[in-house]
């Protein structure tokens, strides 16, 4: 699942700062989250937010990380904890029925 959002326009050859964070993440999956400022001004420029699953690629199944990359993750994931919440989080995905 992803949610996009663009916010503001980026001009090319504009300087751009992207940040990356992981939100949450088990043995299978990984919840993580980017945001794009202008450098110019600071305006939020656009936001991504996804829950990616790991799969093998042997198996073509959803499978567990690694250990020395669920270590990482878990590392990261508790790093990342003390952050305050990013903007525009956690929007349920969907389609409207009339």
Same mark, same amino acid.
């Given at each position: 699942? $992803? ?8 001009? =090319?050859?504009? !300087? ?18 980017? #945001? /794009?400022? #202008? ?6 420029? =656009? ?9 093998? $690629? !042997?198996?073509?199944?959803? !499978?567990?990380?690694?250990? %020395?990359? $669920?270590?990482?993750?878990?590392? /990261?994931? !508790?790093?990342? %904890? ?12 969907? $389609? =409207?029925?009339?």
């Amino acid at each position: 699942a $992803m949610n996009v959002d663009y916010l503001n326009e980026v001009f =090319a050859g504009e !300087a751009v700062i992207i940040e990356s964070r992981l939100l949450d993440g088990d043995a299978k999956r990984l919840h993580y989250y980017h #945001r /794009m400022t #202008r450098e110019r001004d600071g305006a939020l420029a =656009a936001t991504n937010e996804i829950v990616a699953l790991h799969v093998s $690629m !042997a198996t073509r199944r959803s !499978a567990p990380f690694p250990d %020395a990359t $669920m270590a990482r993750i878990t590392a /990261m994931k !508790a790093a990342h %904890a003390a952050l305050p919440g990013p903007p525009r989080l956690g929007r349920v995905l969907g $389609m =409207a029925r009339p």
